[in-house]
Every structure is written in C-alpha cells, then in structure tokens.
C-alpha cells in the first residue's frame, strides 16, 4: 500500500464523528492492507512506532520538523514558522506550504507504507552528535516524496500530533470484521492482545495465520502480559458472599506494580503500563537472578520500599523515589526495594494462567520459601468476615492501603477488571472510599482569580469499555496547585480539537475539547445522578434520561496527570455505577442502624 492511500483513510478518519464510521473504515483501511504491512500500518493509526514495552520514541521537537519542511519546501524556516502560527497546526502547515511549494516531487517513486514507516524508525533510532541534522534530513526527504496531504500525516506522526482517535478496541473490532464479516472474533483477539500487548503483532498473525493463529496464541517471554485488575466491594461482608463463603485475602502494596520476565539470566521488568523499567531496579533484577531457581518465569508482583530494621513499609512517597532516571544505583542503596509476588503466569516453558488460583499460590510459597529480596504478598485464607475484617484492619495497621481478596478457583485473567480479584481500601469518612481516574475530555478558561492560569478546572469522563466512548461525569474545579494549573493549560492548548471529538460521548459543553490522551486522579464525596452528564446514562422510571455525576470532585495527588494509565484504563461507567448502587446500599444500612 502506498503512504498517500493510507493518508486519504486518514482523511476519511478525521472527519467523522461516529464510532461506528470509525470501525467501518478501519475495516476497509484493514481489507486494503497486506499481511506484512499491517503491523505498521496499526502502529501508524495508534500514532505509535511499537508497543509500549519496546520504548522508541521519535524526539522529534517541533523546530526540528519545521527546518525539514523547510529544506523539503524550498521555503524558509520563519515562512514555515509563520504558517505554522497561522494554522496552529504542523501538519495542516506542511500541507499548505507543499502546495505552494515549487519545488517539484524530488523523488518519482512514491513511499510504500512500510517505506515511511521504517524511515521514520531509523529517524527514531538515529542518536549521538550530529543525530539532529541527520533526523531533519530524513523526514525532508520523506517530506520532499509526498503529495500535500500525505505530508501533513508525515509531518503529525513523529509529533505525536495524529491523533485519530483510533482505540485499541476500535481496532480489534475492524480487525474481526475484516477477517470473519462480523464481531464474533474479537474476544479471541481481545486475548491474543492479552497476551502479548501488541496490536501490531496480533493484526499480523490474523493476517497471515487466519483464525487458527489466533486461537492457539501463546504467552511470549518478554512480550508483557496485560495486567489482571481488581474490583471494588465495600465491606468484609459482601466480599464474603461474592467469594462463596471463602477466599484468599492480599495484603495491597502500595508501591510499583512489576511484571518480571525471566530466561537464564535474562531479565526484564515491566510496568502496569508495560513499559520497560527494567534500568530502574537493578537491585530487583540481581535478586531476581539469584532468588528465582526455575530457569523461566514470568512473575506479577508490587515493589515497595520496606524498612529492614523496624519491619515497617514505607509510604508511597518514599518509594516513588526510585522512579528516575539518574542517579539509579544510589537511590537502590538509599532507598531498597522488597517485590512481593502475588501470582506466578508462567513456569519453565509452561503457561500457569489457567491453573487455578491456589495452585499458583502453591508455587510461588514453595519458590520464594526462604529468599531475601523476593516474598510472596502477605495472605491468609478467610471463610467468615469477622476474619476478613480483622486481617483488613491489621493490614492498615501496617502501613498498608487495604487487602485484595482472591477467588481460589479462578485462571489468571489478563487485561481485565474482574471479581476473582476485589479490593478493599481504608474508607474516608464522608468520602468516596476509593478515588476515581478520569479522562480529560475538555478545560475551561480561567475566570476571577483563575484569569491569569487561563485555566479554570477540567472536564471528566469515565471509559464506557463497551461502547468504547468517554462518558462525562464531572467538572472538576478544585485541587490544583498553582503549578498544576500551569502545567495542564500547557499540556491540554497542545491537544484541543475543534470540535467533541468522535469517542466522546456529552451533552455540556467545556470551552475547550481535548483529544482524550491524559488521566487525573479524583477525590469526591458522592455520587448523585445528574441530568447533564452522561456516565452509565440510563432511562429513569419518570421516562427521563440521567447519568452520574461526582459531589465536591476535586484533584489528588502530587502529579498533574497520571503517567501510569492510559485512557482506556480509566475508571469505567460500569465501575461508577456498582459504587453509586454500594453507596446507596451503604447510606441505607448506616440509616436502618
Ligand atoms: P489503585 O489506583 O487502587 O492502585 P489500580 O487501578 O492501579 O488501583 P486496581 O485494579 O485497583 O489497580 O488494584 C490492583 C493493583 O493493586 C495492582 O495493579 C497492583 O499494582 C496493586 N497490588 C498491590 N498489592 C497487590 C496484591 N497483593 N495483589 C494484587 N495486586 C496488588
């Protein structure tokens, strides 16, 4: 396929505002595309090189792009800058200024897909001095190679400016009905993803192996496993009755969440957002190479930082320590980790993921029997609430957020919320008992003494993952530092869009809509239904319409924006709606006492 055909299915992308257009695309842009090109061409439409875990970046900075469609253009890099103002958008720049450009298509021969895509992983991959000239002259040429309107997308790509909109879910769904006509195998696609967290590698194998391949898709060693979530309940009670009257129940850690991949002597470990960190814990990764005795693991666990000496676990704050860059081997010395495993997904060549949960248990107890560095989290087995309760409190005792309990029958369910894990956490009096990460779908303009932040709150919305839209809950207008204002009018002027954009689903209007790219993390006092908001929006018994909306919603936490969760890994409109029927029930039986 040839760059300029996938830039008219981007054409076509960028003007609709339906979902469903969207997947119909998609399909056709999927039919169109050849086995070995699909990769690529996932990875271009998600504006992405590889998957997270592979961490390349582009480091493509604006003036860089403007010098190569400068060079590319025969015009001057102030003309470039100039148009640039105008449009307040690189790409619709590149467009303008190529069509007047006069310089002839320097090249004949038109880029494949996989001709641009592989330029732009060497521009990615170029470092070291003299690195910029050379990145700049790749795209110029790739650049100088387009039509007008391939080059606006050649130019967005590397500046992370693409912004289809094109979800993850969008894609496995244009993927089943590419091979099979209809949705019936993306579940079996939703799994393969699971398993490996590459789209690109799942479109591929549908592509190339059919159906079949999908269906005996295997857990790869250093291809991260989507990560198994927990659900919420809020007391030891209905915790019980959801278990059967019996359970496992983890201590919650609260530190980082490491997926350790393990072969010989290679290690790897990976976020929850399954980026490679493995250069963070070299402490982690010499424990894991001395501790672990089987040849091959891959192993789920939380890293935090742990007082030898008192016994006591230390804050989260103190743990975050170890997220840097620099200085690495020191902060292991100061501040040493301890990992706590809490399940074991595969073993010596064998996938555990299917096992039930208590064998899985069994092995990790007999594997980390007497080591140092790695534990397994701290359990007991509870068959009343009385006993859940009082190992719940202990726990918060501790030092420690709350407990996890554990269905003992249950498989290992990759990349989804599920009640065979439920949490519990310390409960806030007059507050929500847990917080909420919603997705930026718009920002207001400052007014009084928020004029001079020309920022006054944000726009929430949770994830609706069967429908794959944003659902807005909530203005959100308190708990910013004056820093975090400034640093959220920064990041969101980047990303406003001129319109909703397709996947978010609203009946208020911010001032200004963003495309959905960050996650903050909210506190609120209660959930009431609402006229206006759109979360798990339901017909009411009077025939009108209501959503939910958030009480007193207001900012936590010291980052502006949570780095460690993607949109699609937002709290869902399903989520809200069990802790609004949990707050009602709660409210009930705390008036009945
Ligand atoms: P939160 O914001 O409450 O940390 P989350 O959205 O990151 O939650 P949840 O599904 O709510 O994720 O809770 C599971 C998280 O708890 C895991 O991602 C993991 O990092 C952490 N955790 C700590 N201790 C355990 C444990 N013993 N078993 C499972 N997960 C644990």
């Known amino acids: 396929m040839l760059f300029k055909e996938l830039a008219q299915y981007y054409e076509k992308l960028d003007a ?70 105008k449009q307040g ?49 790749m795209l110029a040429n790739l650049i100088a190679a387009a039509e007008p309107v391939d080059a606006k997308y050649v130019v967005k790509y590397p500046l992370d400016e693409l912004r289809l909109g094109v979800g993850d ?20 696609l939703e799994n393969a993803y699971n398993l490996c ?46 278990m059967n009257g019996k359970c496992a129940v983890d201590q919650k850690y609260d530190g980082f969440r490491c997926q350790i991949h393990k072969d010989g002597n290679k290690v790897k470990i990976f976020s929850r957002r399954l980026e490679d960190t493995t250069a963070m814990y070299p402490d982690l990764v010499q424990a894991v190479q001395k501790e672990v005795k089987a040849k091959s693991i891959i192993l789920d666990g939380e890293a935090l930082a742990f007082n030898e000496d008192t016994g006591e676990f230390l ?46 248990r069994d092995t990790l107890e007999k594997l980390f029997k ?11 087995i509870c068959t009343t609430a009385k006993q859940l309760s009082e190992f719940f409190e202990k726990t918060i005792e501790s030092g420690l957020e709350g407990i996890i309990a554990k ?50 709150g944000l726009l929430g919305a949770t994830y609706n993952d069967k429908k794959d839209v944003f659902e807005t809950i909530s203005r959100i207008g308190s708990g910013f530092t004056e820093a975090q204002m400034v640093e959220l009018r920064k990041m969101l002027e980047k990303i406003t869009t001129k319109t909703k954009p397709a996947r978010v689903d609203a009946v208020v209007e911010p001032d200004f809509w963003v495309t959905p790219k960050y996650v903050v993390t909210v506190r609120a006092d209660e959930i009431t239904k609402s006229p206006t908001h759109t979360c798990a929006r339901q017909r009411q018994e009077d025939g009108t319409e209501a959503g939910l909306a958030l009480r007193f919603p207001r900012l936590v936490g010291e980052e502006a924006v949570r780095s460690d969760k993607s949109v699609e890994e937002a709290t869902t409109s399903k989520e809200v709606l069990e802790m609004f029927k949990q707050q009602k029930r709660v409210t009930l039986s ?4």
């Open 197 to 242: 967290s590459d789209l690109g590698l799942v479109a591929e194998s549908l592509a190339k192996g059919g159906e079949k391949a999908i269906e005996h898709f295997h857990v790869t060693l250093f291809k991260p496993i989507r990560p198994a979530l927990a659900e919420r309940l809020p007391t030891a009670e209905q915790i019980i009755e959801k």
């Open 169 to 188: 879910s969008t894609v496995l769904e244009a993927l089943s009905v590419m091979a099979t006509g209809h949705r019936k195998l993306k579940p079996e």
């Open 89 to 137: 958008d690189m790409g619709k720049a590149a467009q303008i200024i190529k069509e007047k450009s006069r310089l002839k298509r320097m090249s004949q021969k038109e880029h494949s897909v996989n001709e641009v895509y592989d330029a732009m992983r060497k521009i990615a991959g170029t470092s070291g001095s003299g690195s910029k000239d050379v990145k700049v002259k």
């Open 407 to 456: 269905e003992l029958n249950a498989q290992y369910i990759a990349g989804a919320r599920k009640f065979s894990w439920v949490k519990m956490k310390r409960s806030y009096k007059g507050e929500l008992s847990d917080t909420l990460d919603l997705v930026i779908v718009g920002y207001y303009r400052g007014r009084g003494s928020r004029q001079a932040f020309k920022f006054g």
């Open 16 to 85: 609709v505002s339906s979902r469903l257009t969207m997947i119909e695309i998609m399909t056709e842009l999927f039919k169109h595309t050849k086995p070995d090109e699909i990769a690529n061409v996932v990875y271009i439409t998600q504006g992405v090189l590889a998957p997270p875990f592979e961490g390349v970046e582009f480091g493509m900075a604006e003036k860089l792009v403007e010098e190569s469609i400068a060079i590319a253009t025969g015009f001057t890099k102030e003309d470039v800058e100039k148009e640039y103002r």
């Open 315 to 360: 804050p989260f704050q103190e743990t975050i320590q170890r997220k840097r860059k620099h200085g690495i081997a020191e902060a292991a010395i100061d501040t040493p980790l301890k990992l706590f495993a809490f399940d074991v997904m595969y073993l010596d060549g064998e996938n555990t993921m299917g096992e039930p949960y208590h064998k899985r």
């Open 370 to 380: 007497d080591t140092e560095t790695i534990r397994p989290s701290g359990q007991i």
């Open 590 to 593: 705390s008036t009945e006492a």
